[in-house]
């Protein structure tokens, strides 16, 4: 979707042209004398319309304005949450009609810091994507073009630039993570990447298979030995500081499909497996708003992308492996085979000397019997970076919840026949996950998104959500203000809880 910013009064906005104009309409409102005003007093008076969050009210060229259809949509307090709820309830009634171009109006709102622009234009460009990489027709596109209509457009534009890079980084990642594995597989993944460093101060560099063996990645060489297509490592780097500053790296799950491998999964909704890489596709989104926004950080993107399938190669339960750290894991599940490729992430990571390691990983099913899909699971052995990682996600509306990492948690980890095993029992599944990554992390601060329930809906709206896009931009850009987080003691597998060390 392109947006366009423009300042519109309300005696413009009723003579500008449009398809649609979607009027976000606050419960406390200036009057005023023009058809707009005169529409929306007369509407309230009567009853029809009360400007409550998410209220409609729509008219067919109605009288004194240029516009085919207005809509009314109450926001409230107009508070970014009612903004967004407001715009999604409009762009949903919407969909029906044939509107191609649209004027999304926030000029009522009393909103000098142009705090509504982000979810307004983000609900926006949320509702108008549709999915058309494997349709043999393309769907009408219904909304290409949308214009902002705010009562002062120089002030807000930094906060709509912030918003439209957003907007398509948050928009690739919904692309790749919807693309099924068989068009978006470890290769076509890196191919993304490659087009990425085609951005300013972005670059790529993939790894294949031997490269990989070569580091020493044993865990991760070991899921991808059951499927066909080739392993690729995507290293992506954004440049925006100084070479010597230290980077955030991101470390985002890329299985492009999981069908647990030998432990095999049970075939109902096994299809929902191939978002298994929308922790990569988070990485790539962010990247891709990094290069729109061109903050002054450094930024490390790594993405171990392969399939888990079951094969005569394949690795089987009770399988060692040695990962590249060092440490052997008994595989005793190949379904938990997202943390066998991010661990070896993870060790990579540290040649980068990074200010903070932040993965994202659809990582477990407890972690969606937990938190279901608002907020993601958010585990840290660093506080400093846990605060922001949180307040990110309350800013961006992009929400996430820390969890514990007691290291008791990390009982059931121990194996007879290895260092570590890659299961404990069910119980707290997604925080024994959590404790299995934390025993790969010892050397940076560290925190792990758990997105498996926030990455993807099912059902009706199955599709990927393009979370935690949002979540990970704001805190990086929170990033380019302040100083580095507090390193943590460099040894975690003795480390005292979160709650001990704060
Ligand atoms: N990709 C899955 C996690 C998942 C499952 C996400 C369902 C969303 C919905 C992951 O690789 C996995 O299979 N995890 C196992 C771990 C278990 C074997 C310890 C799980 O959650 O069942
Ligand atoms: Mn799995
Ligand atoms: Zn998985």
């Known amino acids: 979707m392109n947006f366009e910013l423009k300042t519109l009064n309300r005696a413009r906005l009723c003579a500008e042209k449009c398809d649609a104009l979607l009027v976000l309409v606050p419960q406390e409102m200036a009057s005023g004398n023009d058809a707009l005003s005169r529409l929306i007093a007369a509407a309230t008076r009567a009853g029809d319309f009360e400007a409550k969050p998410g209220n409609l009210l729509q008219a067919y060229r109605p009288e004194g304005l240029a516009a085919t259809r207005l809509l009314l949509v109450g926001v409230g307090d107009g508070s970014p949450r009612h903004v967004r709820s407001a715009v999604l309830a409009a762009m949903a009634a919407l969909k029906s009609g044939k509107a191609l171009r649209l004027v999304l109006c926030l000029s009522l709102l009393k909103d000098a810091a142009g705090q509504a622009i982000h979810p307004a234009l983000l609900s926006c460009g949320d509702a108008s994507y549709q999915y058309s990489a494997t349709k043999s027709k393309v769907p009408n596109k219904h909304f290409q073009r949308a ?11 930094a906060a709509f630039a912030k918003a439209c890079g957003l907007a398509q ?10 693309r099924p594995a068989n068009h978006a597989t470890p290769e076509k993944l890196a191919g993304a990447a490659r087009e990425l460093a085609k951005l300013p101060r972005i670059s790529a560099q993939i790894l294949g298979p031997k490269e990989v063996a070569k580091l020493g990645m044993g865990s991760f060489t070991a899921v991808a030995r059951g499927s066909e297509e080739p392993l690729r490592f995507i290293v992506l780097r954004y440049q925006g500081a100084l070479k010597n500053q230290a980077p955030v790296v991101l470390v985002g799950k890329g299985i492009t499909f999981d069908t647990g491998g030998i432990s095999i999964k049970p075939a109902g909704e096994m299809d929902e497996m191939k978002f298994d890489m929308c922790g990569a596709a988070s990485v ?6 990094l290069a729109a926004l061109q903050p002054k950080l450094n930024v490390v993107g790594l993405i171990p992308a392969c399939e888990n399938m079951p094969d005569g190669r394949a690795i089987k339960p009770g399988d ?24 070896d992430a993870l060790t990579y990571a540290e040649r980068f000397k990074p200010r903070a390691v932040v993965d994202i990983a659809t990582l477990t099913g407890a972690c969606v019997v937990a938190l279901g899909g608002v907020r993601s699971g958010m585990f840290s052995s660093n506080d400093a970076l846990a605060q922001s990682l949180m307040e ?18 990390a009982e059931g980890l121990k194996s007879n026949f290895a260092d570590i095993a890659n299961v404990a029992g069910r119980a707290g599944g997604a925080v024994t996950a959590a404790k299995f990554l934390q025993r790969f992390a010892g050397k940076f601060p560290w925190a792990h998104l758990d997105i498996a329930g926030t990455a993807w809906k099912s059902g009706a709206a199955k599709g990927s959500t393009g979370r935690p896009v949002a979540l990970l931009v704001e805190y990086l850009l929170s990033q380019t203000e302040s100083s ?3 390193p943590s003691r460099p040894k975690s597998v003795k480390s005292r809880s979160p709650a001990a060390r704060a």
């Open 484 to 486: 580095p987080a507090k």
């Open 320 to 343: 060692v492996v040695s990962s590249m750290s060092g440490l052997t894991i008994e595989i005793l599940n190949t379904d938990a085979e997202g943390r066998l490729v991010l661990c």
């Open 147 to 157: 214009v902002v209509a705010v009562a002062d457009a120089p002030a807000a534009k």
């Open 392 to 409: 990110a996600g309350e800013r961006s509306l992009d929400l996430c919840w820390r969890m514990p990492l007691d290291d008791i948690y």
């Open 169 to 178: 980084g948050i928009a690739l990642a919904r692309e790749w993570g919807n």
């Open 284 to 289: 790539l989104g962010t990247f891709r708003t």
